[in-house]
């Protein structure tokens, strides 16, 4: 059964920061990869997905990595605002056809100005 | 276009209502979903549809019946809910093609059971 795990729970950091969130999985099996924002009260904001074949990717300020092998993948925010200010999900989506994500139970970030 | 709607945001109702939540799509996505989430914890699936047929339904109670009336369309029936059942739905669907295989998700009803 795939388990998901994010650390820390939560975060605090300056502005300006360049900061690092964590994700780990158990089983390699997986899909994809997806990397979630969600502001308080708010849905789901997708930020990056990762194919089990990708290495990485890229999208601004954000860069997230996939190391299968390892059952890892971190998202990278460089030079961080206080609008990044969210909790942050990282889910795995199991291969063989499933269509349920698996999520791991976020990190709160708080950007501080 | 990448949104997905959903109606109302807010809603309250007393344990003997009848209500529906909405969730609508124009991204020609073949798969749509319903989520509940409480408050600090990542969304759990309740029901998924694959091509308007239910492919999951995740041992939610029957006070919940969900329903799929075309491709961009998904409700979510709701009726003799419990104070426990209080929480933010979220609707979400996914595209089947590896450009589109993010899903995407909805703002979300933050529904309140009194």
């Known amino acids: 059964k795939q388990e998901v795990t994010q650390i820390p729970a939560a975060l605090s950091v300056p502005e300006g920061e360049n900061l690092v969130l964590n994700c780990s999985f158990t089983d390699s099996a997986i899909y994809n990869l997806q990397w979630f924002r969600q502001d308080p009260g708010k849905g789901l904001t997708s930020l990056l997905l990762i194919q089990s074949s990708q290495r990485e990717q890229t999208s601004g300020r954000l860069n997230a990595s996939l190391d299968k092998s390892s059952g890892r993948s971190t998202l990278y925010i460089a030079a961080s605002q206080p609008g990044d200010s969210a909790t942050y999900l990282c889910?795995?989506?199991?291969?063989?056809?499933?269509?349920?994500?698996?999520f791991g139970k976020g990190t709160k970030l708080t950007v501080n100005p | 276009d990448t949104e997905v709607t959903q109606t109302p945001k807010h809603l309250v109702m007393g344990m003997t209502n009848k209500k529906s939540l909405k969730c609508e799509q124009h991204m020609g996505h073949r798969a749509m979903y319903w989520y509940k989430q409480k408050a600090k914890k990542p969304p759990e699936l309740m029901f998924v549809y694959s091509y308007e047929k239910l492919s999951i339904n995740e041992s939610v109670p029957s006070r919940f019946s969900p329903e799929c009336p075309n491709s961009s369309l998904l409700n979510l029936h709701l009726h003799a809910l419990q104070p426990e059942d209080s929480a933010l739905y979220l609707c979400?669907?996914?595209?089947?093609?590896?450009?589109?295989?993010?899903?995407?998700f909805g703002p979300g009803t933050r529904l309140t059971v009194l």
């Open positions: 889910a795995a989506l199991p291969q063989g056809g499933s269509e349920k994500l698996v």
């Open positions: 979400a669907s996914r595209g089947w093609e590896t450009s589109t295989d993010t899903q995407y």
